[in-house]
């Protein structure tokens, strides 16, 4: 049983600590003194850490492999901000010690309501027969239980158990609101192109384990699978138009949008070039967002270069929070003032951005405070997609191209 997680080092610190863990990376170096030393990235459900051992590794070194399990014993510090362990005494874990769950991350999100979701906006198609092409993914038992546990890549982006599912929803919500806005836009085959375009990925990773490519998946990969389950699943749909057959091959090949990313297509057609751009987008913010989470501890706003991006990133939460906390050094707190002006402010004319400093306009407003209008400085903000969605709710297109 692990009791340890990565993610509990701020309450470890300079503790000692005995737990479990998969090497993600395993690497000898030298010291100064020319002395081998052992450099690894031990990873849990929770989170990577950096640790290294430094003294009496000859045993060790030969002991365990990148990817074995092992169980390990150290001290949790900080060095340059960041949690490193270093190690005492290490060694592998026999197969009865491993408890795969412990290592695995897994969607923070409920499954089973993704899953849902995905069926409401597949309920909500008008096209007969892409509707009727989904429901036969959709009620393929070993199909369900894969699209609900996949990870959607090895490492770039949602790789954690139920992130193809997690990626495939977020994908849905983007293109259905991004096709209200563009009326030549086929929201039915967007949507479906978004169902398949990672679904070969069911049968390209593997991750009982740790996430790794199937040998079908490193021969093929997830284009060349997805075709062919898209051929057998139209099989079963008689009459299924072969307009609408080569338009999701299409979306299928080209969805990676350039010839260097294994594309053999270009995006050629409305739906087939928003995909490409939506999926890229989708899995660029999650790649940011996970670093950002990985990395909540750092001081700095800056994150470490991310390889996937090849850039370094910045947060800008924390950015944002630090100049405010250096303008607040200078100005007079004024909060009993503050509080009064946003409160008299009525609720529909309260912007996001007049929220957090109160100083609109208004500052000149009476003392007494209207109990309703109190209400409104308690108005909790939208979320930007709920913005969007009200946004777009104006917008909305009733009759679609078919
Ligand atoms: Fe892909
Ligand atoms: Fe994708």
């Not at 089973?112 to 038992?141: C, I, R």
């Not at 699209?147 to 139920?162: D, E, I, Q, R, S």
């Not at 991310?306 to 607040?328: E, Q």
Request: net charge negative; proline share 6%; with cysteine.
């Amino acid at each position: 049983m692990k009791e340890f997680y990565i993610s509990d080092c701020s309450r470890q610190e300079n503790q000692t600590i005995t737990s479990l863990f998969v090497v993600a990376v395993k690497q000898v170096k030298s010291k100064k003194n020319g002395e081998l030393y052992l450099s690894v990235i031990l990873a849990d459900r929770s989170g990577q850490l950096q640790a290294n051992m430094w003294d009496n590794v000859q045993d060790t070194i030969s002991a365990f492999d990148q990817d074995d399990f092992v169980k390990v014993k150290g001290v949790i510090h900080k060095y340059n901000g960041r949690w490193q362990l270093t190690i005492h005494k290490m060694r592998k874990l026999g197969e009865s010690e491993i408890d795969y769950s412990d290592y695995l991350p897994k969607t923070s999100k409920d499954i089973d309501q993704l899953w849902h979701t995905l069926e409401g906006y597949v309920a909500s198609f008008e096209n007969p027969w892409l509707k009727a092409l989904l429901h036969e993914f959709m009620s393929d038992e070993a199909i369900v239980t894969a699209y609900k546990n996949a990870p959607a890549a090895k490492t770039l982006h949602h790789a954690f158990v139920g992130g193809l599912l997690d990626h495939v929803v977020s994908l849905f919500t983007v293109c259905d609101l991004a096709s209200r806005n563009y009326p030549q836009v086929n929201r039915d085959l967007l949507l479906s192109g978004a169902f398949l375009h990672d679904i070969g990925k069911l049968h390209e990773l593997t991750y009982q384990r740790s996430i790794s490519y199937t040998t079908e998946g490193q021969l093929l990969g997830h284009m060349i699978i997805e075709l062919e389950m898209l051929h057998q699943k139209i099989a079963r749909v008689p009459g299924f138009p072969p307009e609408l057959k080569i338009l999701l091959e299409h979306m299928i090949i080209s969805h990676h949008g350039q010839y260097e990313f294994g594309s053999p297509k270009l995006p050629m057609f409305p739906e087939a070039l928003m995909l490409h751009y939506m999926d890229d987008l989708d899995s660029k913010m999650e790649s940011m967002r996970a670093q950002f989470e990985r990395e909540a501890e750092f001081d700095s706003p800056w994150a470490s270069y991310n390889p996937s991006l090849a850039r370094p990133l910045l947060n800008t939460k924390k950015f944002l929070a630090k100049g405010l906390a250096a303008s607040r050094i200078v100005e007079t707190p004024k909060p009993a003032a503050a509080e009064s002006v946003a409160s008299v402010v009525p609720t529909e004319e309260i912007s996001p951005a007049e929220e957090p400093n109160g100083n609109s306009p208004k500052a000149d407003a009476p003392d007494a405070v209207p109990a309703a209008a109190t209400v409104a400085s308690e108005k909790p903000a939208l979320s930007p997609l709920e913005a969007l969605e009200q946004k777009f709710a104006a917008h909305k297109v009733t009759s679609k191209p078919s």
